[in-house]
């Protein structure tokens, strides 16, 4: 199986009170034993050389997390990477935080690391986190932040109701809850270059075959195939993304996206959305930095990292409006009709950028709110 990688005690007496007072003035006086404050940079450098990481500095120094995933009791798991600045390798730290749904930090961790690893990702599930697997091991937190080993196959096994896509490819890897139990899913053709499970248990995926002929999406269940259709000429499939009956596929022309290939009644029905109000020729950064996200309500989220963002105005997805946000997110993500976006910085740097941080939105995205963790 192929694996990713990247990346106390108060003086007492007049005695004890006047020698401190002296020691104080001595070490104020700008002899040679005054400190300057340490800057930023400084910093950064001591917390990604440091091979013991204290979270909270690491964090600091990070200023955003770059992934952020909820569990079903609304606690949220954050995880933070400060790189090296001067080069692609060299140190680096790495920490998650778990944030109670009242806010509260519940437990955090933090490692040094490499800046060419791949930095640990989570998703969320009902009673806590799983981590993608890395390294041929597997593990779930807790949403006080408790690890518990999770078996991790070889074995394909059909996909089900409440499995959870952790890779989509090289390889793809599927978390069962009930059992905890990480495999691949079964029944996924060879040639397929884009995946989606719902929460169903249905696999989406997009099949390129090696001929001439158009790509198709493909849906199965049990390991067994429900239906299938064609992408339409001119273009070729990209991302895709799928809930409650609902699937959306990218169509891709002359390496941009410019539509959507979707149904909205478990694939009995397809059409293309061209037009519906968004801008796909404002979509400049390419296939790669798409974001495609369906929120539980049914209504589809469509942007780009870095862009503008989309969201439609009720589950038939026929008419969309652009999201205005506090800030340029750098990436995006959605949680049930929760939406959070990220500023960050696209490369690593010892400062920060405007407005860096999480931001959250409960209402469609017409207000947006600044994380602040509150200890």
């Not at 799983?130 to 091991?137: F, I, S």
Request: net charge negative; proline share 6%; charged share 25%.
């Amino acid at each position: 199986m192929a694996w990713l990688r990247k990346r106390g005690g108060r003086a007492v007496g007049l005695v004890a009170s006047t020698a401190m007072a002296l020691a104080l003035t001595a070490c104020n006086s700008g002899g040679s034993g005054g400190r300057e404050p340490e800057g930023r940079e400084a910093k950064y450098q001591r917390v990604i050389e440091d091979p013991h990481p204290r979270p909270a500095d690491v964090i600091e120094m990070a200023g955003a997390p770059y992934g952020v995933a909820r569990a079903g009791d609304g606690s949220l798991l954050l995880t933070y990477e400060a790189d090296n600045v001067e080069d692609d390798e060299g140190p680096a730290a790495t920490a998650w935080r778990i944030v109670g749904p009242d806010g509260r930090t519940v437990a955090e961790h933090a490692e040094h690391a490499n800046a060419e690893d791949v930095p640990p990702a989570f998703k969320g599930m009902g009673e806590g986190f799983v981590r993608v697997p890395q390294e041929e091991t597997a593990w779930t937190l807790d949403v006080r932040g408790k690890r518990h080993k999770a078996v991790l196959t070889e074995t394909p096994s059909s996909t089900r109701p409440g499995d959870i896509l952790l890779t989509e490819l090289e390889p793809t890897l599927v978390y069962r809850p009930a059992t905890r139990t990480v495999a691949p899913p079964a029944g996924v053709p060879d040639d397929a270059i884009s995946l989606a499970v719902d929460e169903r248990g249905t696999a989406w995926s997009l099949d390129q075959p090696l001929t001439e002929k158009p790509h198709r999406v493909v849906w199965q269940r049990d390991a067994r195939t429900l239906g299938s259709v064609a992408v339409p000429k001119p273009y070729t499939g990209g991302a895709l993304a799928a809930r409650g009956g609902t699937a959306a596929l990218s169509l891709i022309q002359d390496e941009s996206v410019r539509g959507l290939l979707m149904t909205t009644d478990d694939g009995a029905h397809w059409r293309t959305v061209l037009a519906g109000g968004i801008a796909w020729k404002d979509l400049k950064n390419g296939p790669e930095a798409l974001v495609l996200e369906l929120l539980t309500d049914g209504r589809l989220l469509v942007g780009e990292e870095g862009g503008r963002f989309w969201l439609a105005d009720d589950r038939t997805n026929s008419a969309f409006r652009e999201l205005k946000t506090p800030a340029r997110f750098t990436s995006f993500t959605v949680d049930g009709t929760t939406l959070y976006g990220i500023v960050d910085a696209t490369t690593s740097t010892y400062d920060l950028v405007n407005g860096e941080g999480l931001w959250i939105s409960r209402d469609g995205g017409s207000e947006w709110q600044r994380y602040e963790a509150r200890g």
